[in-house]
C-alpha cells in the first residue's frame, strides 16, 4: 500500500540556519504531495502542496518541489525563526480526497 | 465561519466507558474524516464520510463507530474504551472541489 517516510527527529537548529527536512514516497499512480505542520496545542494546517511532478509547492518561505524520479518531496527552509518551532508532517493523497496517507512527522526545534 | 470544531478537548474515561467524541463543520463540505494520532505513527484514518448517509472504515476502524445524518456532524462513538485508544483524536474535513483537508483543535483522549 502507500506509505510516506520522514526523517526521524528532533532537529534543533539555531535561528537562521538552513533547514531540509526529507520525505519520500511510495505509491501507485501519480498522488498529490502535501506538508503540514502542527504547531504545539493545536491541529494540523496545510503548509503546500504540489499536485504532479517537477511541480514546487511554497508558502512562508518554505518550499519543496514533487521529484517523481526519486519518489520525494524534501521540505526546506533558507533562515528558521523561533517561531517555526513544530512537527512538519509529510502526507499524500492517492485516491479520495478522504485518504491522506501521513509519515510518522518530525519535530523542529530552533533555538535562539 | 469557525471551521472544523471538535469536543470535548480533553477526556478521561475508564475502561469499558461509552463516549462520543463531537466534530462539527461549517464550510458545507462533503467530506469528513477521523483520524487519531499516536508517538511515532504520524496520523492514521479511522473512518471517512463522503457525504450525509455515507460513511466507510478507514486503516484503524475497529472500537470505533460513525455516523453522518448530516452534511455539518460527523461524531465518533466508542462503545467500550480501551486503554489501546489512548489517543489525540482529529477531525477534518474536505471541499469536493479541493484537496486540502481543514483539521480541528484535537480531542485528547486517556482511556485508564
Known amino acids: 500500500g502507500d506509505s510516506v517516510t520522514q526523517m526521524e527527529g528532533p532537529v534543533t537548529l539555531s535561528e537562521e540556519a538552513f533547514l531540509t527536512i526529507n520525505c519520500t514516497y511510495t505509491a501507485t499512480g501519480y498522488p498529490s504531495l502535501f506538508w503540514y505542520v502542527q504547531y504545539p496545542g493545536e491541529g494540523l494546517q496545510l503548509l503546500l502542496k504540489a499536485t504532479k511532478a517537477d511541480d514546487k509547492g511554497s508558502n512562508k518561505g518554505f518550499e519543496a518541489t514533487y521529484r517523481k524520479e526519486t519518489t520525494s518531496f524534501h521540505l526546506e527552509k533558507g533562515s528558521v525563526q523561533v517561531s517555526d518551532s513544530a512537527v512538519y508532517f509529510c502526507a499524500l493523497m492517492n485516491t479520495g480526497f478522504q485518504k491522506l496517507v501521513f509519515g510518522t512527522g518530525t519535530r523542529l526545534l530552533v533555538s535562539p | 465561519n469557525a471551521g472544523v470544531t471538535q469536543t470535548p478537548k480533553f477526556q478521561v474515561l475508564k475502561t469499558g466507558q461509552s463516549m462520543t467524541l463531537q466534530c462539527a463543520q461549517d464550510?458545507?463540505?462533503?467530506?469528513m474524516s477521523w483520524y487519531r494520532q499516536d508517538p511515532g505513527m504520524g496520523l492514521r484514518l479511522i473512518h471517512y464520510?463522503?457525504?450525509?448517509?455515507?460513511?466507510d472504515q478507514g486503516e484503524v476502524p475497529n472500537g470505533y463507530n460513525v455516523s453522518r445524518s448530516t452534511t455539518e456532524d460527523f461524531p465518533l462513538r466508542l462503545l467500550s474504551a480501551a486503554p489501546s485508544q489512548t489517543s489525540v483524536y482529529f477531525c477534518a474535513s474536505t471541499s469536493g472541489s479541493t484537496d486540502t483537508q481543514y483539521f480541528g483543535p484535537g480531542t485528547r483522549l486517556t482511556v485508564l
Open positions: 464550510m458545507n463540505h462533503e467530506y
Open positions: 464520510s463522503v457525504g450525509a448517509g455515507i460513511t
